[in-house]
Nanobody, 123 residues
């Protein structure tokens, strides 16, 4: 089994930045996509970004391209989501997820999910 644990959420003012972390453990995931999603109350889960663990190819939703950056640290088995110029509409629970790289990285039907971390952006 693959375990994912997110951290780094919190309260930030509009225009500020946060970096989310996702620590992965439990199995080999070199052939996986690691993705970040978010879900606001009353809304569907939204794809934000994904990175292929082996090779580092990245994918972004148009809504966050240029503001959010996904990266990984192989030595720490950790994936990050750097979020800049945050807006009140970025308020949501943010989830880390993983799936084999044989499937598309932008679809939400990932098999492994973390517990989520809350991000609140005040205006």
């Amino acid at each position: 089994q693959l375990q994912l644990v997110e951290s780094g959420g919190g309260l930030v003012q509009a225009g500020g930045s946060l970096r989310l972390s996702c620590a992965a453990s439990g199995r080999t995931f070199s052939s996986y996509y690691m993705g970040w999603f978010r879900q606001a109350p009353g809304k569907e889960r939204e794809f934000l970004a994904a990175i292929k663990w082996s090779g580092g190819s990245t994918y972004y939703a148009d809504s966050v391209k240029g503001r959010f950056t996904i990266s990984r640290d192989n030595a720490k088995n950790t994936v990050y989501l750097q979020m800049n110029t945050l807006k009140p509409e970025d308020t949501a629970t943010y989830y880390c997820a993983a799936r084999p790289a044989t499937f598309p990285p932008t679809k939400s039907d990932y098999g492994y999910w973390g517990q989520g971390t809350q991000v609140t952006v005040s205006s």
